[in-house]
């Protein structure tokens, strides 16, 4: 079947602009996760939905970065006033239950000029 | 606070040898588990391997396995008859039980070479 997938791929957007990021999960995922790597970094995460509510955002790094997941199903992490920090790969993973095996896509690979 | 260590930024092994990533970790959990991904350069991340912290025999996935030394709290991955295609990004994780979010380690370079 289908795996996770992310659009767009590749995303360039300048300083102080918004963005979103979208992660379709596998069907029937009830988890979802976001996670964010820096190069040469491994990911780390920023907020896990069950269902279509955010169970815990204790990653999300300050209040330019929010999530949602209305349908429990599709997740658009959206980034506001975005910064040269902020560039990095956005990935997205989903999950049968919270404490199954997590699932990834191919990320988004957000670069802020 | 959890946190895992990989002390290997790469590793090279020739083809059809086996070869071992080091993890360490670091928890005040009774309960977790250990995650082994790997992250071929088109950069998603792949599921290789668990291993639950009350499982009392070591995991095993085809030719991946995991050597999990709960007293030295390390779990690492042993790749047995290496292929050209397992050169890639390795990146070792940890769960608290009943948690949901992965803490990652650095990650390991791995190279097979011929």
């Known amino acids: 079947g289908a795996g996770v997938s992310q659009t767009p791929s590749n995303k360039v957007t300048e300083k102080g602009k918004y963005v979103e990021l979208r992660c379709d999960p596998i069907s029937g995922h009830t988890a979802l996760y976001w996670y964010r790597q820096s190069l040469g970094q491994g990911p780390e995460f920023l907020i896990y939905f069950q269902g279509t509510g955010a169970a815990d955002d204790s990653g999300l790094p300050n209040d330019r970065f929010f999530a949602v997941r209305p349908e429990g199903s599709v997740s658009t992490l959206k980034i506001q006033r975005t910064e040269r920090g902020d560039s990095a790969v956005y990935l997205c993973?989903?999950?049968?239950?919270?404490?199954?095996?997590?699932?990834f896509g191919p990320g988004t690979r957000l670069t802020v000029t | 606070a959890q946190k895992i260590t990989q002390t290997q930024p790469g590793m090279f092994v020739q083809e059809k040898e086996a070869v071992t990533l080091d993890c360490t970790y670091d928890?005040?959990?009774?309960?977790?588990?250990l995650f082994w991904y790997k992250q071929p350069s088109s950069g998603e991340m792949i599921f290789l391997i668990y291993?639950?912290?009350?499982?009392?025999q070591n995991a095993t996935e085809g030719r991946y396995s995991l050597n999990f030394q709960k007293a030295r709290k390390s779990a690492n991955l042993v790749i047995s008859a290496s292929q050209l295609g397992d050169s890639a990004m390795y990146f070792c994780a940890i769960r608290r039980g009943g948690g949901n979010k992965l803490t990652f380690g650095t990650g390991t370079q791995l190279k097979v070479e011929l």
């Open positions: 291993q639950g912290s009350y499982d009392q």
């Open positions: 928890t005040s959990d009774p309960s977790y588990g």
């Open positions: 993973a989903s999950g049968r239950t919270s404490t199954g095996e997590q699932y």
